[in-house]
């Protein structure tokens, strides 16, 4: 076990010294074709010494390459070109040292020089290739071509989460990213591949990585577990960590017995798995733009509206950049006249959010807010309608929040909006809905939040009293 | 003539020769080819770059620097309300309960804890101190609240804690500076300049940003905590009086009535247009502007500042001491003051820092006070403005500038006459309401010391970089171009904390 350890010890030196003979050797190609001119003939001269440092290095690197594949896993076929390609190329540099040296050795000194450079060309890709994955050295140029290859890079989202199958759409492009490049068809570390789910099953070296069905007695992911400096972590403290969510979908379906076609929807959901999973459906850009504007686009507003209702100190402005829905408040002036409202509808269209609280408006003033039936949120808050005007609305399909906070709105006055179905909050502190109210206002809007307030927070004795320090005894 | 004087003759000719040369034209077109063709390189890569993706995303106009303007996105969050607990508030005390603490309480701290670090009172080997309160667990998300927030306690279904925060800073003021402007140095806009910047304020009669203070002693960092650094000025924190009047000077003097002061400033207000034409500072299109808001805000303030007002009830539920400057009346003012549609409330309440060196700053005497001063009037707050429909709109954040050590201070390696925490920056709890954020969630979580962060650790950066996510900005494209380059409230950092959000 020592020996072992030490020929892999002394293997790591590789990926090291491969650097020195293409270096070296490069150079002394390189003094030795500008030798040819005359005024850098001088330079001849330092070739053979350049070659035979480059050679030595040539022979540590295959040493030292040898050692490292026998202690770590490859693939066979290109390790053993690899090699082969490395030795040859300790041959040729010494033959051309040779030849540098005693001039009649019998071949051609143009022959050896270009064999030496391609060869050191082919042996360092092969090495490339071992290390960093076939495809490599040309994964950016197929990306410029195929638009469609952006799979490695970034974890596409999904449309439908639900329907989506949990191990190719879920599974495998958090595998991808974080461990194929380790595990994979040229290089298995551990002698474990996890690009095919059949191998990955397959497990390892030192045995099974996934016992399905139970993700906590599961090497994979004991180790993404481990504190990131132990030896045993994966994926390498140095490497791309995987996040706590993409953690939690591997334990997930790990536990729904690392099944490979069934659908996300086919697999027990827990509490902790279910937003994990509705954040995939979307990516992080698209979640920023809330569902609080309707998605369907929409034409601009009449701008000369807009500056005279801005004139009438009315705010209107769109909800973000990039959108033509509108938001209008009354912050500022609290004196309504119908001819503001007038004006706010022929926004109809453009207006989602509609703010009023605080304001003089009366039920007369409902008609006009009737009107505007793309409204999501509505305060009326501390106004001044009453149950008389409040059924006019109910034509008013959007509404997603309405505040009726301090108004004389009632109970009965309420459930006469029971067709606004698609409403969520509803606010209702400080109306005339009774306590006795709240039962049949809760039937008529069985899906909405209905906040009647009141809420109490009753003084302690604690929030009184001062704790002092008690008062020492001698 | 000697040798000597030859030579000398000579190297004085040679110098001369040199200085003449730097005046010759061969010099100047030999040395300028470079320095030409570097200017002429420097304006043709000036002409290469997307300059679209250079210019600030946001707009000033100086002429109404407070008028609202559009996030970039539908914000979840109108408004903010930032509850800083100044001094740094306890986390084993109050939301991280950590039995085995109380296990080790009373033993040396182990060496693993202390090699390589540094604290910024303890010396040598200090003693574990286990939790100073009584743990149990609220509500339907089960979260742990100590017996010092007996009220908080039953809101928790409310609230998003963030279990194991870190920052960088160990000293009141730059971690105070960390927390409210991205950098522990000063010089950076604070977080509610930023947010005035870029949304303006939805009522123009009153200031965009309002700052209030209690607990006797502003925050360690001073007013650079709501200042607004590069920022042009109209934006910084306009820090109100929770006594008396909020601005001094805001009545009209004795004598004076509002036509005539309407007079004077229209007078002031047209010299300064006319001062504006001659040198076309926007400068003096921001002070008009001002001078404007000032004559507005003579009326408005006063009304929206006086708690008087409001109904006895609302003052029971939040348990104020009218006419005293302390935390629950600037608690109920933040409360108007969003109503009224004020962007960025911050409240600051020094006397957190509870290092045990006297009774008011011990663990379990002056440190229980502060919890009862503040723990009432905070689920007042979010109560009412659950009630009122506003906490869909108004984001809540509450927090220290850093933790709290599981560690008893010994200052200068001495026993500290009370029982006392040092300060910590490794991990500590804060939490979020309101807006878009998740109800009854936990995020983050610390080891079983609570001495560092183990999974879900966030930084000031996240948080900063998640309000002004739920005020509808991207906090890598929100900068304003300072010193040739665009600057952002998270400078190079930040992220979203995602999971918090609903």
Redesign the interface.
């Known amino acids: 076990m020592k020996f072992l350890s030490v020929i892999e010890f002394l293997g790591h030196f590789h990926p090291l010294l491969v650097h020195l003979p293409i270096g070296i050797l490069f150079v002394a190609l390189l003094l030795q074709w500008m030798s040819r001119k005359n005024k850098y003939a001088s330079l001849s001269a330092a070739v053979p010494l350049i070659l035979l440092v480059g050679c030595c290095a040539a022979f540590a690197s295959c040493i030292t390459g040898y050692l490292l594949s026998i202690s770590d896993e490859y693939d066979k076929s290109i390790v053993s070109w690899h090699m082969w390609m490395g030795i040859s190329v300790t041959l040729v540099s010494l033959m051309l040292y040779a030849k540098e040296k005693n001039p009649l050795f019998a071949i051609d000194k143009r022959i050896l020089s270009l064999g030496l450079l391609v060869l050191v060309m082919i042996t360092g890709h092969l090495g490339g290739s071992l290390t960093h994955g076939s495809d490599y050295l040309t994964k950016p140029l197929r990306q410029l071509f195929d638009k469609d290859s952006v799979t490695n890079t970034a974890i596409k989202p999904i449309a439908n989460v639900q329907e989506a199958v949990a191990y190719t759409d879920v599974i495998s492009p958090i595998l991808q990213t974080k461990c194929y490049s380790c595990h994979n068809v040229n290089k298995q570390k551990g002698g474990l591949r996890m690009d095919e789910i059949g191998l990955l099953m397959k497990g390892g070296k030192e045995g099974k990585v996934i016992t399905p069905g139970n993700a906590d007695e599961s090497e994979l992911i004991k180790r993404l577990l481990l504190p990131t400096d132990n030896e045993h972590h994966m994926p390498p403290k140095e490497k791309p960590q995987p996040t706590e969510s993409q953690i939690a979908l591997l334990h997930w379906w790990i536990n729904n017995n690392a099944d490979a076609q069934k659908k996300v929807k086919d697999l027990a959901q827990t509490d902790k798995i279910k937003p994990i999973l509705t954040v995939l459906q979307t990516s992080v850009a698209m979640q920023k733009v809330r569902t609080d504007i309707p998605i369907a686009t929409i034409g601009k507003a009449d701008e000369k509206i807009i500056d005279q209702l801005k004139a009438r100190n009315i705010m209107v402005l769109p909800v973000a950049q990039n959108t033509n829905y509108l938001m209008a408040n009354f912050v500022t002036d609290s004196i309504i006249n119908i001819d503001d409202l007038q004006l706010l509808v022929q926004l109809k269209p453009q207006l989602i959010w509609l703010k009023l609280h605080n304001t003089n408006i009366t039920d007369e003033a409902l008609t006009s807010i009737a009107r505007l039936t793309n409204l999501t949120k509505l305060d009326l808050s501390n106004t001044f309608i009453t149950d008389k005007g409040l059924p006019q609305l109910s034509s008013d399909s959007n509404l997603q929040y309405l505040n009726l906070v301090g108004t004389k709105i009632t109970g009965a006055g309420i459930t006469q909006l029971k067709g606004l179905n698609k409403l969520q909050t509803l606010y209702l502190y400080k109306t005339g809905v009774t306590a006795k109210d709240r039962l049949t206002v809760k039937e008529a809007f069985p899906k909405t939040v209905i906040d009647t307030g009141g809420y109490i927070v009753p003084l302690l004795i604690w929030d009184t009293t001062v704790i002092k320090e008690p008062v020492k005894k001698y | 003539m000697t040798q000597k004087q030859l030579h000398h003759q000579r190297l004085v000719k040679e110098a001369e020769k040199a200085v003449m040369q730097m005046n010759t034209r061969r010099h100047f077109l030999k040395e300028s080819a470079m320095g030409l063709g570097a200017l002429a390189l420097g304006s043709l890569f000036g002409s290469c770059g997307n300059k679209a993706a250079h210019k600030s995303s946001v707009l000033f106009d100086p002429a109404h620097p407070l008028m ?9 969050a109108k408004s903010v309300i930032y509850l800083h607990m100044a001094g740094a508030p306890s986390q084993l005390e109050l939301f991280d309960y950590k039995p085995e603490l109380m296990k080790m309480d009373g033993q040396d701290c182990p060496q693993s804890l202390l090699e390589g670090k540094k604290f910024a009172f303890i010396r040598g080997v200090p003693k574990m101190l286990g939790p100073q309160a009584k743990f149990a667990q609220h509500g339907d998300s089960r979260a742990w609240v100590s017996e010092n927030m ?2 908080l306690s039953t809101i928790v279904d409310e609230l998003s804690f963030l279990k194991a925060v870190t920052t960088d800073q160990f000293n009141h003021a730059p971690a105070q500076l960390m927390v409210h402007t991205g950098s522990a140095r000063l010089g950076r806009p604070s977080l509610g300049s930023w947010a005035t910047y870029g949304l303006g304020t ?4 009153l200031p965009g940003f309002v700052v209030l203070t209690s607990g006797g002693k502003n925050p360690d960092a001073g007013k650079s905590v709501w200042g607004s650094g590069f920022l042009p000025s109209v934006y910084q924190g306009v820090q109100c009086r929770s006594e008396g009047d909020p601005v001094l000077f805001i009545k009209d003097p004795e004598g004076m009535d509002r036509d005539l002061r309407k007079a004077s400033i229209d007078a002031i207000n047209q010299v300064n247009a006319e001062e504006y034409k001659t040198y076309n500072d926007p400068e003096i299109l921001s002070r008009i502007s001002q001078y404007e808001m000032a004559y507005k805000m003579q009326i408005s303030a006063p009304e929206v500042m006086n708690i008087n007002n409001e109904p006895a009830y609302i003052h ?4 104020t001491q009218p006419g005293e400057g302390c935390f629950a009346n600037n608690v109920l003012l933040a409360r108007k003051l969003v109503e ?2 004020v962007r960025f409330v911050q409240l600051f309440d020094w006397g957190w820092d509870s290092h045990g060196t006297d ?1 008011s700053l ?1 663990i379990d ?1 002056g440190f ?2 502060k919890c ?1 001063s503040v ?2 009037c905070i ?2 707050l979010i ?2 403005l ?4 506003l906490l ?1 709109e108004t984001l809540i954040v509450w927090g220290g500038e850093f933790g709290r050590t599981p560690m008893m201070e010994n200052r200068e390696g001495k026993q500290n006459p009370y029982k006392g925490r040092d300060h910590h920056t490794e991990a500590f709890t804060m939490w979020m309401a309101g807006a ?1 954020i998740k109800k009854g969630f936990t995020y983050g979580e610390t080891d079983e010391i609570g001495y560092s962060a183990i ?2 650790k966030v930084e000031p950066f996240d948080i900063q970089a998640t309000i002004l ?1 739920q005020l ?1 900005f ?1 906090h890598e494209k929100f900068t304003y171009d300072f010193q040739g380059r665009p600057f952002r409230l998270t400078d190079t950092r930040g992220k ?1 904390i ?2 918090i ?1 609903s």
């Open positions: 609202p303007k559009l996030p970039p996105f539908a914000a979840k007996p009220h939805e009522n123009q009669n029971e539920m939040y348990g009224k549609g009774a011990a005497l229980i006070n009862r723990d009432k689920t007042a109560l009412d659950k009630q009122r429909g869909e878009g999974s879900g996510n509808g991207d979203v995602t999971d959000l």
